[in-house]
């Protein structure tokens, strides 16, 4: 009798590790490589000589689920996303989310008319921590003898931006002129790549649910590449026109080791926007 | 055992339907309560950004009455990565949808998924319904 419990025992605990191993998936199961290294020793945020690979941007909705709690984790990482059925919460659903009146304001509004203004479905692209949330591929190029990174965005119009690792400053009064993607000055602390990016224009959302922002925007983007299958984005939103002090958005986004980036050009036939009528029923274009 | 199945094949569909493109908001314009599922024969297909087009009439059983219907897939790149290319679909094919319905009540919708009658394959539509936090 005591050995069939035995056995019983040693089955449980042996499905019960088959049960573990599986629920963690097969990535769980494989050793994470470590994050490959250019050359002079610098992280290599890109892909390794003979082989492809792009980070698969995820599809990111909605910042106020991504702010990093007391144990370091978002409501999204806590509980299961909520399904989007017609109603959303609004500001109101949000309290760590720290909007100003105003910002309160047109946040509710984006909420009530699920996102129909979101310039992203003018074909405008995204603009700050969105280009990390608006899921299409990405890659960096890592330039170091150039002191300058590019990110390439296969998708949201087709985009990439520059950051000057130079040690140059943002330039200062009127010759900051506002920009869809703003002005990036990065340099390395260790391992972390820390982009500081102001000059934003007006024309874009932080994220599709429609968080606001003003052209007072600052963030601070901190890339790091824990091992070589996982890059990790954290971004401070520092925008005293919207949003009474700063707050922080944090994710990962996968690599995806088959990837290529193709050609994805929003403008080409947006029906959406030859459709789009204002609340008074209004055509939006052509005005 | 049963378990790892259901997860393997929820991982399987979630691989698959993974590369969802976003462009403009769903909500907006379907409506995820109305899903549809229409039977008919290809007239037109756009294969063009941001999002592939394409038109079907579709005959009501009852009245015999033809309806052509216009659906939105995600856009080409997304597609090839789901395993279209743009001749998967051909003017005359006979092919079924599966969506949501435009919220205007137009005959217009949201294809998630489309099924070939000739070989009964089922392709995902890169749709942008896959609205995950």
């Known amino acids: ?287 | 055992m049963r378990t790892r199945l259901l997860a393997a094949a929820a991982l399987v569909l979630f691989l698959v339907a993974a590369p969802a493109l976003a462009h403009h908001s769903f909500s907006a314009e379907f409506d995820a309560s109305k899903p549809f599922k229409l039977t008919g024969v290809v007239t037109k297909v756009e294969w063009q950004n941001p999002h592939t087009v394409f038109y079907l009439d579709v005959t009501d059983e009852r009245t015999k009455k033809v309806t052509n219907w216009s659906f939105e897939m995600g856009s080409p790149n997304g597609l090839m990565r789901n395993g279209w290319t743009r001749n998967t679909l051909k003017i005359g094919d006979v092919v079924s949808v599966e969506g949501s319905l435009a919220r205007d009540g137009s005959p217009y919708g949201n294809a998630r998924a489309v099924v070939l009658a000739s070989t009964g394959k089922r392709l995902f539509a890169a749709s942008s319904q896959t609205e995950a936090q």
């Open chain 1, 1 to 287: 009798m005591i050995r069939v419990a035995g056995v019983a025992i040693a089955l449980t605990i042996v499905i019960a590790s088959f049960w573990t191993a599986d629920a963690q998936g097969p990535a769980a199961r494989r050793p994470a490589e470590p994050a490959p290294r250019l050359a002079d020793g610098t992280p290599n945020l890109g892909r390794v000589p003979g082989e492809k690979g792009v980070w698969d941007v995820p599809y990111i909705q909605n910042m106020g689920m991504r702010i990093p709690g007391a144990d370091g984790r978002t409501a999204a990482e806590r509980g299961p996303a909520a399904p989007e059925t017609g109603g959303r919460g609004g500001a109101q659903a949000e309290p760590d989310v720290p909007f100003l009146p105003w910002a309160r304001g047109i946040y509710d509004y984006n909420s009530r008319n699920n996102s129909k203004y979101d310039p992203e479905g003018f074909c405008l692209p995204p603009g700050g921590p969105r280009m990390m949330a608006t899921p299409y591929p990405m890659e960096f190029i890592q330039q170091p003898e150039q002191k300058r990174i590019f990110m390439v965005f296969e998708g949201a119009t087709h985009i990439w931006r520059e950051i000057y690792m130079d040690g140059r400053a943002h330039p200062q009064g009127d010759a900051l002129n506002p920009t869809y993607l703003g002005h990036s000055i990065g340099h390395w602390d260790r391992d972390t790549l820390v982009v500081d990016v102001v000059g934003f224009n007006e024309n874009t959302w932080l994220d599709y649910y429609g968080h606001p922002h003003t052209d007072l925007l600052h963030v601070v983007e901190r890339f790091t590449r824990p091992d070589k299958r996982t890059l990790h984005y954290e971004a401070l939103i520092d925008d005293p026109g919207a949003y009474s002090k700063p707050w922080t958005v944090a994710w990962n986004i996968p690599w995806n080791v088959d990837g290529e980036l193709t050609e994805y050009i929003c403008q080409e036939n947006n029906k959406y926007l030859q459709k789009l009528t204002d609340d008074f029923g209004q055509s939006v274009v052509g005005r």
